[in-house]
């Protein structure tokens, strides 16, 4: 048997490497055949997953939500130390300072991201803007909610806190942050589906002490991740009535 | 940080649901919500805290060790009417989400609006608890939450 392997879309780009390097890492370790399939958008990659054919998936909370919820997933592990933050930003020479200095009737760029969205949107809640009075510009990629800035085509933009620091120093220094979210306890989960759940045990071991050889520590080092940590059920379905609040 | 208003504080006593009261220094004086943060606490099913974030604490005054185990209600406010708390209740026990304004009172006699959304916490069929998730409200919405509780008083 196959086993199938994907990743949400909104990793960064300069990581595509370290998620082969990842699956090579994987397959030795479980003495199984992984076949990786990555998408450059969630639409896709949401159909594959309603087709049930997905098993491992390195998924953003809000497809975590939906995964352990109607499709039997289990999250296993998370990223150590890294948390899904949002950024609300404009262009820095804009006379706007704060979320409350937006008006209605102006054009927000954002992405397909799911998570970044909805906490762009409740960031925008103290300002009174909602979907009904502001225009969403919905675009492929953080560079190109940054260049509808840059155009002026947009007045405010969405994106995850790691992929506005990832953009360059060119690009961001003609911006400027209104607010990043702290919440903290919304992150990227690794699932693992029902036609897997017998790899659990076997999985979860190997992920957990993967830091502890070279090779595991490179192959960690190749997709910007310092280490796994243990995703109890508990923490799992916490997750996901947060996310749930978050959701009108 | 803090925006102070003149007015000294006034003892207060706020009569719980439960039958249970207690009197509280009420200052009027606004903390504003912090931008970015999302206030999050868990209850049991009877509305004892068994969760504070960082937030809840830093903008209730309390420490996490004097939430967890206290009742919800020690954040009620006297100006919030106790319909509204009903109100909230009465939809989380149906098992739906409930949204609403709130003015909670911190330790400190001052307040804090937020926007409020709790959920019921089902697990295998069976409610455990309720996860109430705070944020940044408009000035609006505060203005407008205030002139109606005002009239359910």
Same mark, same amino acid.
């Given at each position: 048997?196959?086993?199938?392997?994907?990743?949400?879309?909104?990793?960064?780009?300069?990581?595509?490497?370290?998620?082969?390097?990842?699956?090579?890492?994987?397959?030795?370790?479980?003495?199984?055949?992984?076949?990786?399939?990555?998408?450059?958008?969630?639409?896709?990659?949401?159909?594959?997953?309603?087709?049930?054919?997905?098993?491992?998936?390195?998924?953003?909370?809000?497809?975590?939500?939906?995964?352990?919820?109607?499709?039997?997933?289990?999250?296993?592990?998370?990223?150590?130390?890294?948390?899904?933050?949002?950024?609300?930003?404009?262009?820095?020479?804009?006379?706007?300072?704060?979320?409350?200095?937006?008006?209605?009737?102006?054009?927000?760029?954002?992405?397909?991201?799911?998570?970044?969205?909805?906490?762009?949107?409740?960031?925008?809640?103290?300002?009174?803007?909602?979907?009904?009075?502001?225009?969403?510009?919905?675009?492929?990629?953080?560079?190109?909610?940054?260049?509808?800035?840059?155009?002026?085509?947009?007045?405010?933009?969405?994106?995850?806190?790691?992929?506005?620091?990832?953009?360059?120093?060119?690009?961001?220094?003609?911006?400027?942050?209104?607010?990043?979210?702290?919440?903290?306890?919304?992150?990227?989960?690794?699932?693992?589906?029902?036609?897997?759940?017998?790899?659990?045990?076997?999985?979860?071991?190997?992920?957990?002490?993967?830091?502890?050889?070279?090779?595991?520590?490179?192959?960690?080092?190749?997709?910007?991740?310092?280490?796994?940590?243990?995703?109890?059920?508990?923490?799992?379905?916490?997750?996901?009535?947060?996310?749930?609040?978050?959701?009108? | 940080?803090? %925006?102070?208003?003149?007015?000294?504080?006034?003892?207060?006593?706020?009569? *719980?649901? !439960? /039958? %249970?009261?207690?009197?509280?220094?009420?200052?009027?004086?606004?903390?504003? *919500?912090? !931008? /970015?943060?999302?206030?999050?606490?868990?209850?049991?099913?009877?509305?004892?805290?068994?969760?504070?974030?960082?937030?809840?604490?830093?903008?209730?005054?309390?420490?996490k060790e004097e939430l967890i185990g206290e009742n919800h209600y020690i954040l009620r406010h006297p100006d919030m009417p106790a319909v509204a708390f009903a109100g909230l209740w009465e939809t989380i026990m149906a098992g739906t989400k409930w949204h609403g304004y709130v003015k909670n009172l911190r330790k400190d006699g001052a307040f804090y609006w937020v926007k409020a959304t709790v959920i019921p916490n089902v697990r295998n069929g069976k409610l455990v608890g309720y996860t109430s998730v705070r944020r940044k409200p408009s000035r609006s919405k505060i203005a407008e939450s205030e002139a109606l509780y005002a009239t359910l008083k």
């Amino acid at each position: 048997m196959i086993y199938n392997l994907t990743v949400s879309p909104d990793f960064a780009p300069d990581h595509i490497s370290g998620w082969y390097f990842f699956n090579t890492w994987l397959q030795r370790q479980l003495g199984e055949r992984v076949h990786l399939e990555l998408y450059d958008c969630f639409e896709k990659q949401r159909e594959d997953i309603a087709a049930d054919k997905i098993d491992l998936i390195y998924a953003n909370p809000y497809d975590a939500a939906m995964l352990v919820r109607e499709k039997g997933f289990r999250a296993v592990v998370r990223p150590q130390g890294k948390s899904d933050e949002a950024i609300i930003a404009t262009l820095a020479s804009s006379d706007v300072n704060a979320v409350e200095d937006l008006v209605p009737g102006i054009t927000v760029a954002t992405t397909d991201d799911p998570d970044v969205h909805t906490m762009g949107m409740i960031m925008l809640e103290s300002a009174d803007l909602n979907r009904s009075n502001i225009s969403i510009e919905e675009v492929d990629s953080y560079v190109l909610v940054a260049k509808k800035l840059l155009q002026g085509k947009a007045q405010a933009g969405f994106f995850l806190k790691e992929g506005f620091e990832e953009l360059s120093d060119l690009i961001r220094n003609q911006m400027k942050v209104l607010v990043c979210s702290q919440i903290s306890v919304v992150h990227h989960t690794l699932l693992v589906g029902p036609r897997m759940a017998e790899s659990i045990p076997q999985l979860t071991e190997a992920l957990l002490s993967m830091g502890d050889d070279e090779k595991g520590r490179k192959v960690l080092e190749s997709m910007d991740l310092t280490a796994w940590e243990i995703m109890e059920e508990e923490e799992t379905e916490f997750m996901i009535d947060l996310i749930d609040t978050l959701i009108d | 940080m803090l %925006s102070q208003n003149s007015d000294g504080p006034r003892q207060v006593q706020i009569d *719980y649901f !439960d /039958g %249970s009261s207690r009197t509280v220094d009420v200052v009027d004086r606004e903390v504003p *919500y912090p !931008d /970015g943060k999302l206030i999050v606490s868990r209850t049991d099913p009877q509305g004892i805290i068994t969760h504070a974030n960082q937030a809840f604490v830093d903008m209730s005054g309390y420490t996490k060790e004097e939430l967890i185990g206290e009742n919800h209600y020690i954040l009620r406010h006297p100006d919030m009417p106790a319909v509204a708390f009903a109100g909230l209740w009465e939809t989380i026990m149906a098992g739906t989400k409930w949204h609403g304004y709130v003015k909670n009172l911190r330790k400190d006699g001052a307040f804090y609006w937020v926007k409020a959304t709790v959920i019921p916490n089902v697990r295998n069929g069976k409610l455990v608890g309720y996860t109430s998730v705070r944020r940044k409200p408009s000035r609006s919405k505060i203005a407008e939450s205030e002139a109606l509780y005002a009239t359910l008083k």
